[in-house]
Nanobody
Framework: VQLVESGGGLVQPGGSLRLSCAAS????????MTWFRQAPGKERELVAV????????NYADSVKGRFTISRDNAKNMVYLQMNSLGPEDTAVYYC???????WGQGTQVTVSS
């Protein structure tokens, strides 16, 4: 039972990254999936949510219009496309399977010139 995030890294302001989260060991298609992030010295913040079928999504105000969450239930994958990144987006990003309270280990995103 695990979630494994990938796709983080160093990107310049204004750039883009696509995070991926691979699920295994549980019935992925049953769970709402979320992306959280945690910046140094700050609390973990909910970034984006997608329902089990992908039919509904929701975003934090701070990322609305810049980030897009999606999923592929056939591949047990959830994604976070991040555009127009700024230094305020620097954080460790985690995916979470809400139904099962499963968390990944996180992937670091650093936005800096």
């Amino acid at each position: 039972v695990q979630l494994v995030e990938s796709g983080g890294g160093l990107v310049q302001p204004g750039g883009s990254l696509r995070l991926s989260c691979a699920a295994s060991g549980f019935t992925f298609s049953r769970s709402t999936m979320t992306w959280f992030r945690q910046a140094p010295g700050k609390e973990r913040e909910l970034v984006a949510v997608i329902t089990s079928t992908g039919g509904s999504t929701n975003y934090a105000d701070s990322v609305k219009g810049r980030f897009t969450i999606s999923r592929d239930n056939a591949k047990n994958m959830v994604y976070l496309q991040m555009n127009s990144l700024g230094p305020e987006d620097t954080a460790v990003y985690y995916c979470n399977a809400r139904l099962y309270d499963i968390w990944g280990q996180g992937t670091q995103v650093t936005v800096s010139s």
